[in-house]
């Protein structure tokens, strides 16, 4: 069972340029999660997908950023129009359905970097 | 806020030595994780301590958690030069199971 992929590892995007960052969750988890983490910090929480549909997304930015996960293949995070300040990790949970106590278990993570 | 703080921010410590890493959170919580990440790398998950539970080992690790306080300790014991980390703790929004996370703390252990 393998764990959960996010491809790429590294990204280089000129200011303008459109982002897209994928992540295949562990097989039987329907629940994935979105976090973004700047240089010597902690990890923020930007969105939470089920197959198809936006549960929260709270913590993403109203302009320039959207996710989905649909029915067949990967969930997308992707970042239109980047500027320097997106340059960051972004990491991808993913959990089977909620139970409580649940754990999650992440990615290796996308290193955006913007030029 | 529901994000926890973790103290210290770094730790420096001899190989061999206990480390100890503390976490303050905001809210009611159902359970609180600690988890471990490599520089550069992804996170691993370490331990779940749910909310009706005072102490839990596994390994090295033995984390505590006082609810009245709002506050866990996550200690690892006889460290070795490869715990060298940042320990992040984190708690998941009541209901779901996306988790906030405190700012970490850096672990250095030296041979």
């Known amino acids: 069972n393998a764990g959960v992929m996010q491809n790429p590892r590294h990204l280089v995007r000129r200011r303008g340029q459109e982002a897209r960052l994928r992540c295949s969750p562990m097989k039987g988890h329907s629940h994935v999660y979105w976090y973004r983490q700047l240089p010597e910090e902690g990890l923020k929480f930007m969105v939470y997908?089920?197959?198809?549909?936006?549960?929260?997304e709270s913590g993403m930015p109203k302009e320039r950023f959207s996710a989905e996960f649909p029915k067949e293949g990967p969930s997308i995070l992707r970042i239109q129009q980047v500027v320097r300040g997106d340059s960051a990790a972004y990491f991808c949970?993913?959990?089977?359905?909620?139970?409580?106590?649940?754990?999650?278990?992440f990615g290796q993570g996308t290193r955006l970097t913007v030029v | 806020s529901q994000q926890g703080e973790e103290d210290p921010q770094a730790l420096s410590i001899q190989e061999g030595e206990n480390a100890t890493m503390n976490c303050s959170y905001k809210?009611?919580?159902?359970?609180l994780q600690w988890y471990r990440q490599n520089s550069g790398r992804g996170l691993v998950h370490l331990i779940l301590?749910?909310?009706?539970?005072r102490e839990k080992h596994s390994g090295r690790l033995r984390v505590t958690l006082d609810t009245s306080k709002k506050s866990s300790s996550l200690l690892i014991t006889a460290s070795r030069a490869a715990d060298t980390a940042s320990y992040f703790c984190a708690t998941p929004q009541t209901g779901a199971n996306n988790l906030f996370f405190g700012t970490g703390t850096r672990l250095t252990v030296i041979p």
């Open positions: 949970a993913s959990s089977p359905p909620i139970r409580p106590g649940t754990e999650a278990f």
């Open positions: 809210t009611s919580i159902n359970n």
């Open positions: 997908l089920q197959k198809e549909n936006i549960i929260d």
């Open positions: 301590i749910r909310s009706n539970e």
